[in-house]
Structures are given as structure tokens and as C-alpha cells.
């Protein structure tokens, strides 16, 4: 009887089964760990040298985080964060749950009509932000042309993605009109698990629409909506390609990240900052949020 047989035997069954776990999540450990925890880390080591692509990395402390945190242009990529976030955030989780109220009633065809407002989500970025330029084209554009040739709201042409305070509205809407689809799915699902007694118990309290939404559909929605708000406020916190793709008028922290670490001096310390403290501000808010919104 070798050692190992004899180690093996002398454990009880309970304890095999725990080992037997530990072998089947370690290779997800190391997956997570090189995928995930090595790069956060490295991440966090680079914030505090002077990044030579060389390979010469040169140790500064914390003065990329002063450099960065008396930079005013970080706190404008701050604001205009915020500002996309928010409204692009509430924006979708108003139009899913519009959509999904309306979706949830019985009409002709009603079928096709789920199926095509799905189309904005699973449509090609690519595809879907080349047609979005061309619709604000200043020049062919056909919005551009309705409100100066078709309206007469406006005399002049005007190039709306090429302002830094109009295109963030376009991307703004653009980020409802993508991905309103996902909330609208969630959200259906969870409008037809209601039960419908508790909608006949308001209408024979003499409860109207509004009321009967307020009190019973709102109130049932609440952990769905919150769940909502928290992943599109960390989908669209990171958000890159979207904003990126139709305009480069929008610095929101993930496009100022990218564009200090890898166009023009090539300031990759810096960059590493910047990603840094972009993931303590939304780990600092997604650890607020569980704990006062939705009270996990």
C-alpha cells in the first residue's frame, strides 16, 4: 500500500469531498486569477513608475495620481462620465420599461413586434454606429436636412457630433436606442410572472392604471430594476467602442484613458493611473449602491 492510498483512506468522507471540490474549481481559480486579479494588480504596480516601453520603468510614488488628480481634464472626463451614465442609464431603463409594459398586452402580430425591437441590440456596433453618423451627417445627413430644409426650424447646417456638448447627447441616445432591448427583456420576464390576482384585488379597491402601477407593478419590478441600473452603470461606466465609434468629441474615462496611454506621448504610467482610480470610483459606488439601494 503506498503512502498516497494510505493518506487517501484516512480521510474521512467528508474531507474527500472537499478536496474533490478544490480540484474542480482550481482551474477556474487560475483562469480568474490570470485573466482577471494578475492584470488589476500589474495594473496597480505600473500607477506608480514612469512606463518606458523599453522596459526601463522608472519608480515615481504617487506622482502620476497628483499629476492626474490636479489635471482639469480628468475632471471634465469625470463629468462628461457622469453626465453619459446617468442619463443613458436612465434613459434605457425608462424606454425597457415602456416597451415592456406595452409588449406585455395582447395586439396583432404581437410577435414580430418583440422580435424586431430586438434589432438595435444584436444589430453589428460597427454597422449600427456608421448609419448613425451618416443620419448626423452635416452635409447629407437626413436629420440635418429635415430641420433646415423640411422644418425651417433652423437656417444653417450644423455638424451635431462635432460639438462636445451636443455629441454627448447623441451618444447619450444612441446608448438608449442599443440597449433598451436588454432591459425591456428583463423586465418583460418579470411583468408576466406577476400574479394577476393581485392586480384584480386593486382593480375592485377602485385603483386606476397609474395607481395599479405605482402600487403593484412598481413595487414587484424593484430588484429587477435595480439590477438593471447597477450592471448598466458598470456596462456603460466602461463603456469604449460605442462612445469611441461615432464620435471622437465624447472624452468620457475610458476614451481619456485610452488616449493618454496609448496615442501621443505614450504615457502608459499615467494611463495605469487612470484605470486605477476609474475602478475605485465604481467600486466605491457599486459597494454604496448593494448597500443602500438594493440592501443586499
Keep these: 500500500m503506498t503512502t498516497m492510498q494510505t493518506t487517501v483512506r484516512t480521510l474521512s468522507p467528508k474531507q474527500q469531498e472537499a478536496r474533490l471540490g478544490w ?4 482551474p477556474a481559480i487560475l483562469i480568474i486569477g490570470g485573466l482577471i486579479l494578475y492584470p488589476i494588480v500589474y495594473n496597480v504596480y505600473l500607477s506608480f513608475f514612469d512606463v518606458s516601453l523599453s522596459g526601463d520603468n522608472v519608480f515615481t510614488g504617487i506622482r502620476n ?3 492626474v488628480l490636479t489635471d482639469p481634464r480628468f475632471w471634465n472626463a469625470v463629468w462628461t462620465t457622469v453626465i453619459y451614465v446617468t442619463f443613458s442609464v436612465l434613459g ?21 413586434v ?12 460597427i454597422a449600427t454606429v456608421f448609419a448613425w453618423q451618416f443620419f448626423f451627417d452635416p452635409v447629407n445627413g437626413l436629420f440635418v436636412h429635415v430641420l ?12 451635431l457630433i462635432g460639438s462636445p456638448r451636443t ?9 438608449i436606442w442599443k440597449n433598451f432591448p436588454f ?18 384585488a386593486a382593480e375592485l379597491d377602485g385603483c386606476n392604471s397609474w395607481t395599479k402601477f405605482r402600487y403593484v407593478t412598481l413595487p414587484e419590478l424593484y430588484f429587477i430594476l435595480g439590477s438593471l441600473i ?28 485610452y488616449l493618454t496611454a496609448f496615442t501621443g506621448a505614450l504615457d502608459l504610467g499615467r494611463g495605469a493611473t487612470l484605470a486605477v482610480i476609474q475602478f475605485l470610483l465604481l467600486l466605491g459606488f457599486i459597494l454604496y449602491y448593494v448597500k443602500k439601494v438594493l440592501k443586499w
Design 23 to 26: 480540484y474542480l474549481v482550481a
Design 183 to 200: 432591459a425591456y427583456l428583463m423586465i418583460l420576464s418579470r411583468l408576466q410572472a406577476i400574479d394577476e390576482t393581485l392586480y384584480e
Design 230 to 257: 447597477l450592471l448598466r452603470i458598470i456596462w456603460n461606466f466602461n463603456k469604449f467602442e460605442e462612445v469611441y465609434l461615432i464620435t471622437d468629441n465624447v472624452r468620457v474615462l475610458s476614451i481619456y484613458t
Design 65 to 67: 495620481h497628483e499629476r
Design 167 to 175: 455629441a454627448v447627447i447623441v451618444a447619450i441616445v444612441f446608448s
Design 92 to 112: 434605457t431603463v425608462v424606454v425597457g420599461v415602456i416597451v415592456a409594459l406595452a409588449m406585455n398586452r395582447e395586439f396583432p402580430l404581437r410577435w414580430l
Design 114 to 125: 418583440r422580435s424586431l425591437i430586438l434589432l438595435p441590440y444584436v444589430a453589428p456596433v
Design 148 to 159: 433646415v430644409e423640411v422644418l425651417g426650424v433652423v437656417e444653417d447646417r450644423f455638424n
